[in-house]
């Protein structure tokens, strides 16, 4: 054979295509989430909690260098995240981020990481499939970069929900061969990472269902394994036991009915119905095929399209109740599909319908084969028919992919910029005295001060429900205050909260509070910018500037009537 003929069969090879598929998948992958986070010149997206982790990995750093680990947390010292009370429950997350933190620029090194680490999370849903040999493969990956508009744009934080993913496919792996005891590290190490460690513990108790569904057995190895592996994670920290509380507390004032009692994030809330269908369409989609396409009677094929059902079911209904579940349940949505159309289409179902045979007549010049469409067989018809199915669905992904493309990279741009808040923090730097308390009147500004200035401490951030565990009436008249619900705030600012200084946005939900604080006397102005304004508190109310002579002498005429 010569070395053309043996070039052309290497590449014509079913092994040699495949690897092809997982490079070009890779390739793509890489160069989406690549444009995407670098559709903006900051730390992506929307929020800024990726400053605060890219600083902290930072610090680790400098701490394990100098042999002090874990370094003292100080920032937040009236929260339960106080010195004394403080837990990292991203630490192994943190430690991934180390070596992007020895870039000069740390905003540069965070968003390298968010790209690679959200490639990651993508490619290994693909290469799930690729492992598990569903067909159309690069229909598949289409439709898991095409599945949700918020999905791409979450999974672009530089934060750790893409691990999350990356370990749940690892988790369901091994589920999958059944190779159990790998479970135990995998979770330990899921622990250490990220809370969402209750995912795997999930994904774990309904394959001990879909098992004893389908092979009426109880297999406890798999569940074992998990707890085992999550109860190692949670004492091996240098946050045990403190960090079990912290949990809870997550817990009691997230996963709950009712209104929370505190204002959260806008990630705890839910879509609007339209809102979430919009943005979502493919997974949705995707959901209701598997749904027709699953098959409980065929106990040999369900297994894996059954966990898929109750698992990517339950990401549903948590993403119905939290937008954050947003990074979630979409490529679990597409692989439920993936899973349930596979034995429809490797031709276990009969219900394919054939196409006439004028049409294959059409396109019998464009296949590989020269028989007559009137001798074709079931076989080729149904493979004809899903090839032409194959090609409708990847131009629909595709439009849908450009669609989510673009209205992704437009909200990713619409970040602030790298250097908001800069200048302002700068000022508070070098003139407010070392470790003073700086009352911050957004929770959600701490990141980028705690970036631009790590020297001073701050009154709520990360979360507000860290301030109203630790002391809830403080929580409420930290609300009052900086909505402007409270008058003469100088006073109860530097008694209870034990702050001589104020940070404060020019967005109009703080501007009420501004617009009283001046008007009280209390304060002064010693630093504003179009992002910001500083204001300090005077160790005395300012009186009132009497009014003019002129002003008196015309007030006295229109009391007279004169």
């Not at 999370?121 to 599945?147: D, E, G, M, N, T």
């Not at 996963?255 to 994030?265: A, D, F, L, Q």
Request: hydrophobic share 45%; glycine share 6%.
């Amino acid at each position: 054979m010569s070395a053309a003929q043996k070039l052309t069969e290497f590449f014509r090879s079913e092994t040699t295509i495949r690897g092809l598929q997982l490079v070009a998948g890779a390739g793509a992958i890489g160069l989406i989430f690549w444009r995407l986070q670098f559709a903006t010149k900051s730390i992506c997206c929307g929020d800024y909690d990726g400053y605060y982790h890219i600083m902290w990995s930072r610090m680790l750093w400098d701490s394990m260098r100098s042999h002090h680990f874990p370094p003292l947390f100080t920032w937040l010292p009236l929260t339960t995240l106080s010195p004394k009370d403080y837990v990292d429950h991203h630490l192994l997350f943190h430690i991934f981020q180390i070596p992007f933190t020895w870039f000069r620029d740390l905003r540069l090194g965070a968003k390298i990481a968010s790209a690679i680490f959200a490639g990651l999370a993508v490619f290994s849903c693909y290469w799930f499939l690729f492992q598990q040999r569903i067909r159309y493969l690069l229909v598949w990956l289409l439709a898991l970069l095409a599945c949700s508009a918020p999905f791409l744009f979450r999974l672009n934080m530089a934060k750790a929900p893409p691990f999350a993913i990356i370990y749940l496919v690892a988790g369901i792996y091994f589920l999958f061969r059944k190779k159990y005891w790998p479970l135990l590290p995998l979770a330990f190490i899921f622990a250490l990472t990220y809370d969402a460690f209750l995912f795997l513990i999930l994904a774990a108790v309904m394959w001990v269902v879909v098992i004893g569904w389908n092979d009426r057995e109880f297999e406890w190895r798999p569940l074992v394994w998990v707890v085992l592996g999550t109860a190692a994670g949670l004492v091996i920290t240098p946050y045990f036991p403190r960090n079990l509380h912290l949990f809870y507390e997550h817990l009691k004032m997230k996963i709950t009915p009712s209104e929370y009692p505190t204002k959260v994030g806008g990630e705890w809330y839910p879509y609007e119905t339209w809102e979430f269908l919009g943005n979502s369409v493919v997974a949705c989609v995707a959901m209701v095929v598997g749904y027709i396409a699953f098959d409980p009677a065929d106990r040999e094929q369900s297994h894996r399209s059954l966990f898929f059902l109750l698992f990517s079911t339950a990401l549903l209904l948590m993403a119905a109740r939290w937008k954050r579940i947003a990074e979630y349940w979409p490529p679990f949505a597409v692989m439920f599909a993936a899973f349930a159309l596979q034995p429809w289409i490797e031709g276990a179902r009969s219900a394919f319908t054939q196409l006439p045979t004028d049409i294959l007549d059409e396109l019998q010049p464009f296949l590989d084969r020269h028989d007559t469409p009137e001798v074709a067989s079931a076989g080729e018809r149904r493979e004809l028919t899903q090839l032409i199915g194959a090609a409708v669905v990847t131009v629909l992904l595709g439009f849908a992919l450009f669609l989510n493309l673009r209205a992704t990279r437009k909200d990713i741009a619409e970040s602030d910029l790298p250097d908001h808040y800069r200048a302002g923090m700068q000022w508070i730097r070098a003139n407010v005295p070392r470790g003073e308390i700086i009352f911050n009147t957004d929770w959600d500004d701490f990141p980028r001060m705690f970036y631009f200035d790590p020297t001073h401490r701050y009154v709520s951030g990360l979360d507000p429900t860290y301030l109203y565990d630790r002391n809830a009436g403080l929580s409420r008249l930290y609300d009052r205050i900086t909505l402007g619900e409270e008058k003469d705030t100088g006073p109860l600012i530097r008694d209870r909260f034990g702050a001589r200084y104020v940070f404060t946005d020019r967005t109009d939900v703080h501007a009420g509070f501004t617009a009283d604080a001046l008007d009280s006397g209390w304060f002064e102005i010693v630093y504003e910018d179009k992002e910001c304004v500083v204001l300090h508190i005077l160790d005395q109310k300012k009186e009132s500037p009497p009014e003019e002579d002129g002003a008196h002498a015309k007030d006295s005429e229109d009391e007279s009537g004169n």
